[in-house]
């Protein structure tokens, strides 16, 4: 293998082995979430810097901005984490803002209900499924689910008040 391609490999392996090792460790102060639900990922920025990504679930009908309440979508749009839920059912939630003031307009306009209580969240405590398990479907009512510890590590590292976009 030439030198340059060794040199690029193992760039490629620390890098790939820090988001790793980040997906498990403190990760500090997030300013941004993103979410990319085409490939089932969250990832967490600090100054414009990636710092972890998570493998997600999402609801049963995941592609497509939520229009109204169970429709199993999960919304597309720029939201704020506007609070946190430590009492769910779900382990502990984070809620996003959907609906924003053009969700509602939308619904209103349609004459449809837009839901809400779209929200990250851990795993149900009942599950059948271990978490590696569950992170490899779709199964929410159109919420974010990633694994307990990672929303441990989500909750400890945003505010409430932390942007999240959420793209197809």
Aim: charged content about 20%; glycine content about 8%; proline content about 5%.
């Amino acid at each position: 293998m030439p030198f340059a391609a060794k040199m690029l490999f193992a760039t490629l392996s620390l890098t790939l082995t820090c988001l790793s090792f980040n997906s498990m460790a403190d990760i500090g102060n997030i300013d941004r979430v993103v979410v990319y639900k085409s490939k089932a990922q969250m990832q967490l920025f600090r100054a414009g810097k990636l710092i972890t990504q998570y493998k997600i679930a999402m609801g049963d009908n995941p592609v497509g901005h939520k229009y109204q309440e169970g429709d199993q979508r999960t919304p597309e749009g720029i939201y704020e984490l506007d609070y946190k839920k430590a009492d769910s059912a779900y382990y502990k939630a984070i809620h996003i803002s959907y609906p924003n003031q053009a969700d509602r307009f939308r619904a209103e306009a349609l004459g449809i209900n837009p839901g809400g209580m779209i929200m990250i969240h851990g795993q149900k405590p009942d599950a059948e499924l271990t978490p590696e398990q569950a992170q490899q479907i779709n199964w929410t009512d159109g919420c974010i689910a990633i694994t307990n510890d990672q929303i441990d590590q989500l909750w400890q590292a945003i505010s409430v008040g932390t942007p999240i976009e959420i793209w197809p």
